[in-house]
């Protein structure tokens, strides 16, 4: 097969253009009381499409996104360097909702020419269910991927295809009560800690690393305890205060100051669980674009309702969408 064309059938990546987009009329609320930033739909894919990752361009502010509905499933996503991508891929199953452990591999997608040009960077035969990803350390080209299986963090050099597990700590364990196992599931790195949530725990974490390898430098500090029963936190952004914007369910909640303390609080600011149109809420990513910025624009990938995956009773397509955050007047 062509390159291009295993690109398009497998790796599934779709680029949704968010320009040239009226931008809502600034709407004040009280956010204290109720879930209140409004969600404006930037594109709507077919319903049984799950958009599950995304990543906003450097060079033009346009969303890629990451589909994990497609025959070889595609999860976490980061730009390393301007237009070359690196993604998570592996055989999961969103009617089942269960990971095939040792299928996962993480890719290059170079598309500084027209041609998009995929290259496999490693194979992960020990891994369990691999999830979000980030950067660690660009200069020598080391990412950071989530194994939300087996509890751990591998480190991926895009250089070398050198994989070791960098970290192993129970608040990255899923529980076993009988639902689908994800533990640790977003991470970024900010200074020399790496953040993490976990979404059967309901947590939100705090390790320090070593940028190199990203190995523990110390204990591991669980900063927010949700209830399980009330949300099971997927990915999330983190903005230039330190807040913490993280995705659940059908709706956003927020973690003002998750980087700076010990121990937050959390609030819903967007969404609801009532809500069958914009439902099954995966990652988000802040925007780049000027106007994307002056608004505090996060971008959220949709699954359409993960259940719907399962009984067929879909209410929605998967979707990207926008939040403008500074409606909050956090800022
Ligand atoms: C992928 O997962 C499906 C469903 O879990 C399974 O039936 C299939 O054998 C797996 N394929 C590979 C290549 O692992
Ligand atoms: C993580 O640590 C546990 C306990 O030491 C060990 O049993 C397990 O094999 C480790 N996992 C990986 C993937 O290295
Ligand atoms: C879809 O069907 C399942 C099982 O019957 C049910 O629990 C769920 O509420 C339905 N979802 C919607 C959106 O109607």
New binding site residues.
């Given amino acids: 097969m062509s390159t291009l064309a295993f690109l398009w059938h497998f790796l599934a990546i779709f680029i949704i253009a968010s320009c040239a987009l009226p931008s809502l009329p600034s709407r004040i609320h009280d956010h204290r009381s109720s879930p209140s930033l409004p969600s404006t739909i930037i594109h709507e894919l077919p319903k049984g499409t799950w958009l599950e990752n995304l990543v906003i361009r450097q060079t033009e502010g346009n969303a890629l996104v990451t589909l994990l509905s497609s025959p070889r499933s595609c999860l976490g996503i980061v730009e390393l360097y301007h237009d070359i991508f690196n993604i998570v891929a592996g ?1 999961f ?1 969103v009617k ?1 909702g ?1 990971s ?1 452990p040792g ?1 996962y591999s993480i890719w290059e997608i170079d598309m500084r020419n027209r041609d998009a040009v995929t290259t496999k960077i490693a194979d992960i035969p020990g891994s369990g269910f691999l999830n979000g990803m980030t950067v660690l350390d660009p200069v020598t080209g080391i990412l950071l991927v989530a194994d939300s299986l087996l509890s751990v963090v591998w480190s991926v050099n895009v250089r070398t295809g050198h994989v070791a597990v960098a970290l192993n700590d129970t608040t990255m364990a899923p529980t076993t009560d009988g639902t689908i196992s994800l533990g640790i599931n977003g991470l970024r790195v900010v200074d020399s800690n790496l953040y993490y949530d976990n979404s059967n725990k309901a947590t939100f974490n705090r390790i320090p690393v070593d940028l190199h390898t990203g190995q523990a430098t110390g204990p591991a500090v669980t900063l927010f305890q949700g209830s399980s029963a009330e949300i099971l936190p997927d990915d999330f952004a983190i903005d230039f205060e330190g807040n913490a914007w993280v995705v659940t369910g059908g709706q956003m909640f927020l973690l003002p100051g998750a980087t700076g303390s010990q121990s937050i609080g959390m609030e819903f600011v967007a969404g609801s669980v009532t809500e069958t149109r914009i439902t099954g809420w995966t990652s988000t990513k802040f925007g780049t674009r000027q106007a994307d910025v002056e608004r505090g624009s996060v971008y959220v990938t949709t699954d359409g309702g993960p259940l719907a995956y399962r009984d067929g009773n879909f209410t929605a397509g998967g979707m990207l969408v926008r939040i403008d955050t500074a409606d909050l007047k956090l800022y």
Avoid: E, F, I, V
Wanted: charge should be neutral.
């Fill in positions: 055989n199953s089942a269960s095939t299928s």
